[in-house]
T-cell receptor, first 114, second 114 residues
Framework: GAGVSQSPSNKVTEKGKDVELRCDPISGHTALYWYRQSLGQGLEFLIYFQGNSAPDKSGLPSDRFSAERTGGSVSTLTIQRTQQEDSAVYLC????????????FGPGTRLTVT | AQSVTQLGSHVSVSEGALVLLRCNYS??????LFWYVQYPNQGLQLLLKYTTGATLVKGINGFEAEFKKSETSFHLTKPSAHMSDAAEYFC????????????FGEGTQLTVNP
């Protein structure tokens, strides 16, 4: 079946602009995670969604970052007023439920802030 | 909080030689451990996982890892390296909080020489 998909695959934006990154999880997966991969920080957790529960936003680096998940499926990560330090690969992963430890990752969105 | 340390950011082996990538973890509760592989410009692919039960776990592409609680280690091995094994490898841990949010090591870049 289809895996996790992310769009766009690459995004170049100017400093100060807002960007939206999209994630389509595997159908039927109720848990969804966003991670960020950058040269300086490695792979770091950003946010976790489980079904209709309130998301765990504890990994978001600043209030410029927000995310939503509509209808328990597609998720959008929004970065407002982008800064150069936001340049990274943003990875989305999904798993069947909150207690299934196997996460399936999408190919990522490479964000470059100029 | 849990953490992961990968010893050696770069490992180089000859084709046909043993691959050994080291991972040590820190966790106050029983951990669940994973190895992921990342090929250039791709997302993360799960190689293998330890949750409960047998401490020697086998994964895809001939890799295996052994969970050693006394040594807080989860080293990844493969008896004979293949050119296609060249990639970056990440060790990760979860303790089941925030769903299964993963804490990753810094990664080890594996080079396989002909």
């Amino acid at each position: 079946g289809a895996g996790v998909s992310q769009s766009p695959s690459n995004k170049v934006t100017e400093k100060g602009k807002d960007v939206e990154l999209r994630c389509d999880p595997i159908s039927g997966h109720t848990a969804l995670y966003w991670y960020r991969q950058s040269l300086g920080q490695g792979l770091e957790f950003l946010i976790y969604f489980q079904g209709n529960s309130a998301p765990d936003k504890s990994g978001l680096p600043s209030d410029r970052f927000s995310a939503e998940r509509t209808g328990g499926s597609v998720s959008t990560l929004t970065i407002q007023r982008t800064q150069q330090e936001d340049s990274a690969v943003y990875l989305c992963a999904s798993s069947l439920d909150r207690i299934t430890y196997e996460q399936y990752f999408g190919p990522g969105t490479r964000l470059t802030v100029t | 909080a849990q953490s992961v340390t990968q010893l050696g950011s770069h490992v180089s082996v000859s084709e046909g030689a043993l691959v050994l990538l080291r991972c040590n973890y820190s966790s106050s509760v029983p951990p669940y451990l994973f190895w992921y592989v990342q090929y250039p410009n791709q997302g993360l692919q799960l190689l293998l996982k330890y949750t409960t039960g047998a401490t020697l776990v086998k994964g895809i592409n001939g890799f295996e890892a052994e969970f050693k609680k006394s040594e807080t280690s989860f080293h990844l091995t493969k008896p004979s390296a293949h050119m296609s094994d060249a990639a970056e490898y990440f060790c990760a841990v979860t303790v089941g909080t925030s769903g299964s949010r993963l804490t990753f090591g810094e990664g080890t870049q594996l080079t396989v020489n002909p």
